[in-house]
Every structure is written in structure tokens, then in C-alpha cells.
Nanobody, 124 residues
Framework: QVQLVESGGGLVQPGGSLRLSCAAS????????MIWVRQAPGKGLEWVSG????????RYADSVKGRFTVSRDNAKNMVYLQMNSLKPEDTAVYYC?????????????????WGQGTQVTVSS
């Protein structure tokens, strides 16, 4: 059974940091790209960041570049999103997504497997 389980969300003040984690199981984690996607209240899904199978190639949305860092540990089947200098506009539910390609949306790949999401709220 495939599972992606996110954790690490919470309430943080502007300028603060959070580290999101995503634990994968039930598929060959090290064979697939992994991405982070977020959904702000009342808005659609926004692609945030992604990295390749080995973690050597990373991608970031312009809105988070320089503030967020994506990484993975294939020995532990984990993917991480370190978020620094958080802004109120980063408030969203954050999802990890990976596995075989499901479709291409807006020029970005969407993959088969999704986690349940973790809430990040940036507010003073």
C-alpha cells in the first residue's frame, strides 16, 4: 500500500522557519522525482519545489527561491522542505507528491501518489 505522510506544519511568525517532512512507503521511492505542492485558502494548487531521484537536481518556484530548500534521504524514504524567511503568503496546505507520472499541468509534472497534506500558517 502506497503512503505519503507529511508532517512538520504549524503556526509560525513571519520571518520564521519550518521544516516539512514526507515519509514514503509502498513504492520504490528512490526511482522517482518528488515534489512539493501547496494550496492556499480559496486558491488552486501551486507547484513549489521538486527534486530528482538522487536529489542532485532541484527546482523551485520563483516565489520561494532563495528561501526554501528541498532535499531527500533515499535510505530513509524521506523528502524534506526547509522553509526559511516565511511570509504570510506562504500560508497553505503543503502536499508531497511522487511516483509515476500522472499528467502534465501547466508544464509541470503531477505524479500518482499524494500525501494528506500538512497545514502551514504564517501569521503574527
Amino acid at each position: 500500500q502506497v503512503q505519503l505522510v507529511e508532517s512538520g506544519g504549524g503556526l509560525v511568525q513571519p520571518g520564521g522557519s519550518l521544516r516539512l517532512s514526507c515519509a514514503a512507503s509502498g513504492f520504490t521511492f528512490s526511482s522517482y522525482w518528488m515534489i512539493w505542492v501547496r494550496q492556499a485558502p480559496g486558491k488552486g494548487l501551486e507547484w513549489v519545489s521538486g527534486l530528482d531521484e538522487g536529489g542532485g537536481s532541484t527546482r523551485y518556484a520563483d516565489s520561494v527561491k532563495g528561501r526554501f530548500t528541498v532535499s531527500r534521504d533515499n535510505a530513509k524514504n524521506m523528502v524534506y522542505l526547509q522553509m526559511n524567511s516565511l511570509k504570510p503568503e506562504d500560508t497553505a496546505v503543503y502536499y508531497c507528491n511522487g511516483g509515476p507520472i500522472r499528467r502534465i499541468v501547466g508544464g509541470k509534472y503531477e505524479f500518482e501518489y499524494w500525501g494528506q497534506g500538512t497545514q502551514v500558517t504564517v501569521s503574527s
